[in-house]
Nanobody, 115 residues
Framework: QVQLVESGGGLVQPGGSLRLSCTASGSCFSLGPMYWYRQDPEQQRRLIAGVTSDGSTIYADSEKGRFTISRDNTKNTVSLQMSGLKPDDTAVYYC?????????WGQGTQVTVSS
């Protein structure tokens, strides 16, 4: 079992920055890829970015260049540095991790971009 806890969400003004973090705990010998998703009301979760254990990254086109995903394997954390935030970035952000073929999700953290 793996538990994921996100932090760092909140209210930010347009153009501002925010850093989300997700820490994994529990029993996982080797944590696999980790991802950040967003979910808008009444919509499915959408992939924003992902990072493998060796640091390879992927980004959705809409977030490429504005968001940066990073990972610290020694602390079992994945972070999402978000800059140039827009009101459209308002959503609940979720962390996802894979371990031994199983998928784990965090509880989500709200990001609101508003003046």
């Amino acid at each position: 079992q793996v538990q994921l806890v996100e932090s760092g969400g909140g209210l930010v003004q347009p153009g501002g920055s925010l850093r989300l973090s997700c820490t994994a705990s529990g029993s996982c010998f080797s944590l696999g890829p980790m991802y950040w998703y967003r979910q808008d009301p009444e919509q499915q979760r959408r992939l924003i970015a992902g990072v493998t254990s060796d640091g390879s990254t992927i980004y959705a086109d809409s977030e490429k260049g504005r968001f940066t995903i990073s990972r610290d394997n020694t602390k079992n954390t994945v972070s999402l540095q978000m800059s140039g935030l827009k009101p459209d970035d308002t959503a609940v952000y979720y962390c996802k991790a894979l371990c031994s073929g199983k998928i784990y999700w965090g509880q989500g953290t709200q990001v609101t971009v508003s003046s």
